[in-house]
């Protein structure tokens, strides 16, 4: 199995701050990654595939990029609505993985 | 609009056998994968497995395969997930997800349903 190491587990940080999360691939899985929020007692959200392709209605202060083993999700400016955790998910082979996430909270 | 509708939480004894189902309405529920997705207390997200209903095609995890059974009936746009013997190491939320059949790299759980909680105790 691809194994999808997300770092930090844990981010603090303030309204308007510019975050940057990052999700790193056992192997190389071309750009096919996905990012995901999910909010307490939620089902996860989708909002980027192929690394870096913004889903439909996601705000665009949300980027993704990179390409093999090492991924980014950035959150330009922070907003009170982006507090939550955030996982990646690898759909390059199966059985597709996700990352372990990556909880924002307020600093 | 699209929507996925699951079953109500269950409350189940170990050994008891389970099925929760998903039901998809508003796309064309014969192209596009469900996927299921376990989420224990407090963790994080797990993928187990895949089915196309248009064709009952299945993908499993490895973690998975032989402990849960991935069906789908196509004439009533549902999908289910079973267990024939639970344990109590299953209690969890369990969450099914559409995805198109990744043409061209657009893929991933793009629509999300709103999960059924699963609680085995004795």
């Known amino acids: 199995d691809i194994q999808m190491t997300q770092s930090p587990s844990t981010l603090s940080a303030s309204v308007g701050d510019r975050v940057t999360i990052t999700c790193r691939a056992s192997?190389?899985?071309?750009?096919?990654l996905a990012w995901y929020q999910q909010k307490p007692g939620k089902a996860p959200k989708f909002l980027i595939y192929k690394a870096s392709s913004l889903e439909t209605g996601v705000p665009s202060r949300f980027s993704g990029g990179g390409s093999g083993t090492e991924f980014t999700l950035t959150i330009s400016s922070l907003q009170p609505d982006d507090f939550a955790t955030y996982y990646c998910q690898q759909y390059n082979s199966y059985p597709w993985t996700f990352g372990q996430g990556t909880k924002v909270e307020i600093k | 609009e699209v929507q996925l509708v699951q079953s109500g939480a269950q409350v189940k004894k170990p050994g008891e056998s389970l099925k929760i189902s998903c039901k998809g309405s508003g796309y064309s529920f014969t192209t596009y994968w469900i996927g299921w997705v376990r989420q224990m207390p407090g963790k994080g997200l797990e993928w187990m497995g895949l089915?196309?209903?248009?064709?009952?095609?299945?993908r499993y995890s490895p973690s998975f395969q032989g402990q849960v059974t991935i069906s789908a009936d196509k004439s009533i746009s549902t999908a289910y997930l079973q267990w024939s013997s639970l344990k109590a190491s299953d209690t969890a939320m369990y969450y099914c997800?559409?995805?198109?059949?990744?043409?061209?790299?657009?893929?991933?759980?793009?629509?999300w349903g709103q999960g059924t909680l699963v609680t085995v105790s004795s």
């Open positions: 192997q190389s899985i071309r750009p096919w």
């Open positions: 997800a559409r995805t198109p059949d990744c043409t061209d790299g657009v893929c991933g759980f793009d629509y």
């Open positions: 089915i196309y209903p248009g064709d009952s095609a299945t």
